[in-house]
C-alpha cells in the first residue's frame, strides 16, 4: 500500500528527471542528472516555510493535501481496475487543484496560471472523447474489463488508435515544457506553483511525480493490456522518452493557439467517434 | 404513453424555441436580453407542460421557480450594473388606492383564512399584497422571510406527525394548513414591498 | 505551527498508515478502507514530514510581485 | 443499475425517486464535501494587483458583508453540487443542476466591480438560456420512456431519443458555463479564492455527472 504510493511518486520523479534529461540531450545540452526531480523534492522539504501574508491560509495548505490526496486515490483505482470514469474524473479534478494553488496565494503571477489551467479545459474534451470510444468497443468502462477484453482481441492501441493519439496528447499537455504546459510558462514566473515554497512545493513535487506514473500506467493498462509489472515500467518508460521528444522540439504555444490545436483534436475525436457509432452494432 | 397530439405539440415547442433563440441572438441591448430569457424559459415550462399528465404539473412548479429566481437575480445583477438606485416616486393616484385598501385586505384575509391551506394563502397573500402596494411599506424581506422560514418548519412538522403519530392526524391538518396558509402569504406579499427601500 | 504539534500530526499520520496496512495485512479490514486511509494519512504525511525537517521558518512576506 | 462508474454501494429510495452512490459519484460528492468545507473554513486571500504605471501595488480587500454572502453562496452551491452527484433521478438532477447555476452567478455577483458584473450578467442570461434544454432533455426523457429514474432507463429496454441525451449535455454546459467565463478574466479579477473556486467546481462535477447520466441511459 505505501510502498506503492512512495514507490509511484519517485519512480514519477524519476521520469520526470528523464523527461529533462532527453529534452536536454535532443537539445545538445548537457542537461541536469536523472534523479534531479528527487533531489528537488528533497531539498524543498527541508528548506524554511511560511503561508505568505495576503494568502487563504486554509486553501493555500488545503490544497497540497487535496492534490497528494486525490493522485494517491488515482493510483489506487487504477491498480484495483477500478472505473476509468473515476481516473479522468481526477485528472479533471487536478485542473481545479492547480486553481487552487493559483488563486490562494494572492500573487498575481499565480491567479494567472490559476486562470490559464482553467482555460486549458478544452484539453479535457478529447478525454470524454476517448472514454466514449473505448466504451463502443468494450461496453464496459472498469478497467479490468478492459484489461479482460484486451487479452481477447489484442491491444486497443491497434484497434483504436485515434482513440490512444489523443490520450497521448491529454498525457502530453500535463507534462512540462510540453507545447501545452502553458499553466507554468516562463512569463508568469512558475505559474500556478509561483508562491507555493518549501514544504509546500515538496508536495508538489509528490503531486507531479505521481501523476506522471499514473497517467503512464493507466495509457498503458488501457491501450496495451495487460502484462508483468516491469515490463509496463517499460513500456512506460518508452512512453515518456517519445513524449520528451515531442516536447523537445515543439515550441511552447501562446493560450489561444494551445487551446485551438486542443480543440481540433477534439473536433477530430468527435468526428471519430461519430463514425464509430454509425458503424458499430 | 405518447399521446397522439405530442409529436404535434413538441414541434411546436422546437419552432417557438427557434424563435426566441433566433431573438436572443439577435439582440443586443442588455435589458432587451434579459426580457427575452424569459420568453426561453416560458418554452421550456411548455416542453414539460406536453407531458401532459399529474407528473408535468408537479414537474412545473420547480421549474418555474427555479426560472423565476433565476429572473430576480439577474435584474439585480443589472440594477446594480447599471447603477439604478433611484426608489420609484410614488405611484398612482387613484382615490380608492386610498380609501379602500384597509378593507379590502381585511376580507380578503378573512377570506383566505376560513379557506386555509394552500389556495388560502394565496388569497390573504393578495389581500396582503393590495394593501402594502397601496400604503406602502418598506422592504423588510429579512422579517417576512422569517415568517415564511418557521411555517414552512412547521408545515414539515406536521408531516412528521403524520408519518409517526398518525392518531393525532387532526392537528396535523390543522398544523399543515395554517403553516402553508402563512408561508405562501409571506411570500406573496414579498411583492407588494419591492419598491426599493432599505432591505433589512 | 509549534514544534509539538507537528511531531504529534507526522507521529498520527504515520501510525495510522502503519496501523492500516497492518490490518490489511492481517485481513481485518476490507482493502478499500486501508485505501481510504492511506488516501488521507499520506499527504498529511508528506507535509508533516517536510515541516519536521524544516529549516527554521521566516517572517510572513507578500507575494513576490517582478523583477 | 448502471455499472459505468462501478458497482452502486448504495442505495436510497423515496418511492421512486431513489439516490445512489457508485465509486465514481461517490468520488466526486466526496470532492465536492472536502471543497464546501474549505470553502467554509478558509478567509479570502488579498489579491496583490499592481498600480498600472508604476511600481506601486496593493492588496485588494474582501469587506465583511461580501465575504459573507459569497460564502453562503458557496456553501449554497456545493450543497447543490451534492445533491447532483447524488441524485438518481433526472429531474431532480436538473433542478440541483439549474440551482449551481444560481448560485455560481451568486458568487461573483456580489462583488461591486462592474466588469465582474458584467460578466457575471453575462454569464447569468447564458445560465438562464440554458434551462430550456435542460428541463427540456428531461421532459423529453419522461415524455417517450415514461420515467425519470435513471437506473430504469439504464437497465435498458426504452429507446431515449438522442435529442434529449444532447440537450441534457447542452443544458449542463450551459450551466457550467463559469469556467468558460475565465477566458475574460473579469470574474477571476475577483478576490476571494475559495468561492470563485467553488464556482469551476462545480461546473465540473455536474458535467462530469452528466457524461455518466448520458452515457448511461
Known amino acids: 500500500m505505501i510502498e506503492y504510493l512512495v514507490f509511484a511518486a519517485a519512480f514519477g520523479l524519476l521520469l520526470l528527471g528523464l523527461h529533462r534529461k532527453v529534452i536536454a540531450r535532443v537539445q545538445l545540452r548537457p542537461g541536469p542528472p536523472v534523479w534531479q526531480e528527487i533531489l528537488h523534492a528533497l531539498k524543498f522539504s527541508f528548506k524554511s516555510t511560511w503561508v505568505p501574508k495576503t494568502a487563504s491560509a486554509t486553501l493555500y495548505v488545503g490544497v497540497v493535501l487535496i492534490g497528494i490526496g486525490i493522485w494517491s486515490a488515482a493510483l489506487f483505482v487504477v491498480l484495483a481496475g477500478e472505473s476509468i470514469l473515476i481516473l479522468f474524473a481526477i485528472y479533471m479534478l487536478h485542473k481545479i487543484v492547480e486553481h487552487g494553488f493559483g488563486l490562494s496565494s494572492g500573487s498575481p503571477y499565480g491567479k494567472f496560471g490559476g486562470v490559464r489551467s482553467v482555460i486549458s479545459a478544452a484539453s479535457e474534451i478529447p478525454l470524454f472523447v476517448t472514454i466514449a470510444a473505448i466504451y463502443f468497443f468494450t461496453d464496459s468502462l472498469l478497467l479490468r474489463d478492459i484489461v479482460a477484453y484486451q487479452a481477447v482481441h489484442g491491444p486497443l492501441l491497434l484497434i483504436a488508435p485515434p482513440a490512444a493519439i489523443a490520450m497521448y496528447i491529454v498525457i502530453l499537455s500535463k507534462l512540462p515544457y510540453g507545447p501545452f504546459s502553458i499553466v507554468e510558462s516562463k512569463e508568469l514566473v512558475s505559474g500556478y506553483k509561483t508562491e507555493h515554497f518549501g514544504v509546500w512545493r515538496a508536495g508538489i513535487s509528490v503531486i507531479d511525480g505521481t501523476k506522471t506514473f499514473v497517467l503512464l500506467f493507466a495509457f498503458v493498462a488501457i491501450f496495451i493490456g495487460a502484462m508483468p509489472f516491469w515490463a509496463a515500467l517499460v513500456i512506460m518508460t518508452i512512453v515518456l522518452v517519445s513524449l520528451s521528444f515531442v516536447c523537445a522540439v515543439t515550441p511552447m504555444l501562446s493560450p489561444f493557439d494551445s487551446v485551438t490545436v486542443q480543440g481540433i483534436v477534439t473536433l477530430l475525436m468527435v468526428g471519430y467517434a461519430a463514425v464509430l457509432w454509425w458503424v458499430m452494432p | 404513453m405518447i399521446i397522439p397530439e405530442y409529436s404535434l405539440g413538441l414541434l411546436v415547442a422546437f419552432a417557438a424555441m427557434g424563435v426566441a433563440f433566433f431573438a436572443m441572438m439577435r439582440e443586443t441591448d442588455g435589458f432587451h436580453r434579459l426580457l427575452l430569457t424569459d420568453l426561453i424559459e416560458v418554452v421550456s415550462l411548455a416542453f414539460i407542460a406536453l407531458i401532459g399528465t399529474d407528473l408535468a404539473e408537479a414537474l412545473i412548479l420547480p421549474g418555474l421557480v427555479v426560472g423565476t429566481s433565476e429572473l430576480i437575480a439577474l435584474s439585480e445583477i443589472y440594477r446594480i450594473k447599471e447603477g439604478y438606485t433611484r426608489p420609484p416616486d410614488a405611484g398612482l393616484q387613484i382615490e380608492v388606492m386610498e380609501s379602500a385598501p384597509g378593507i379590502l385586505a381585511a376580507l380578503l384575509v378573512v377570506y383566505g383564512i376560513v379557506l386555509s391551506g394552500f389556495s388560502g394563502g394565496v388569497v390573504a397573500g393578495l389581500g396582503v399584497l393590495f394593501y402594502l402596494l397601496c400604503r406602502g411599506h418598506d422592504e423588510r424581506f429579512e422579517l417576512i422571510e422569517t415568517a415564511s422560514g418557521y411555517s414552512w418548519a412547521l408545515w414539515i412538522v406536521a408531516f412528521f406527525i403524520f408519518m409517526i403519530l398518525p392518531q393525532y392526524w387532526f ?30 | 505551527m509549534k514544534r509539538t504539534t507537528i511531531t504529534y500530526g507526522l507521529a498520527a499520520s504515520a501510525l495510522v498508515i502503519v496501523a492500516a496496512w497492518a490490518a490489511l495485512a492481517a485481513s481485518l479490514i476490507p482493502l478499500w478502507a486501508a485505501e481510504t486511509a492511506m488516501v ?28 | 443499475m448502471p455499472d459505468i462508474g462501478g458497482d452502486p454501494l448504495f442505495v436510497l429510495e423515496f418511492g421512486d425517486i431513489l439516490h445512489y452512490y457508485t465509486p465514481y459519484t461517490i468520488t466526486l460528492f466526496l470532492l465536492a464535501l472536502i471543497f464546501t468545507g474549505l470553502a467554509i473554513a478558509s478567509r479570502p486571500e488579498r489579491q496583490i494587483d499592481i498600480a498600472f504605471g508604476g511600481d506601486a501595488y496593493y492588496a485588494k480587500e474582501t469587506t465583511v458583508s461580501e465575504m459573507r454572502f459569497r460564502r453562503f453562496m458557496a456553501i449554497a452551491c456545493g450543497l447543490a453540487t451534492l445533491g447532483a452527484m447524488g441524485s438518481g433521478d433526472l429531474f431532480n438532477f436538473t433542478l440541483f443542476v439549474s440551482l449551481v447555476g444560481i448560485a455560481n452567478i451568486g458568487i ?34 419522461v415524455a417517450t420512456t415514461g420515467t425519470l429514474a435513471i437506473p430504469a432507463l439504464a437497465a435498458g429496454g426504452f429507446a431515449v431519443p438522442l435529442v434529449a441525451k444532447a440537450f441534457l449535455a447542452l443544458g449542463v454546459i450551459g450551466e457550467g458555463m463559469a469556467p468558460f467565463y475565465a477566458a475574460k478574466a473579469e470574474m477571476f479579477r475577483a478576490p476571494g479564492a475559495p468561492y470563485v473556486i467553488m464556482c469551476s467546481l462545480s461546473s465540473l462535477l455536474i458535467f462530469l455527472r452528466v457524461v455518466e447520466i448520458v452515457i448511461t441511459i
Open chain 2, 171 to 200: 392537528f396535523a391538518v390543522m398544523l399543515s394548513g395554517s403553516a402553508i396558509l402563512v408561508k405562501v402569504m409571506a411570500k406573496m406579499s414579498l411583492i407588494g414591498t419591492m419598491r426599493g427601500g432599505p432591505n433589512a
Open chain 3, 40 to 67: 488521507i494519512a499520506f499527504p498529511v504525511l508528506v507535509l508533516f514530514l517536510g515541516l519536521w525537517w524544516r529549516a527554521p521558518g521566516g517572517e510572513e512576506d507578500i507575494p513576490f510581485i517582478g523583477y
Open chain 4, 108 to 141: 461573483v455577483a456580489a462583488v461591486k466591480n462592474r466588469h465582474v458584473l458584467d460578466a457575471a450578467y453575462e454569464y447569468g442570461i447564458v445560465a438562464m438560456v440554458a434551462t430550456l434544454p435542460l428541463f427540456g432533455g428531461a421532459a423529453l426523457v
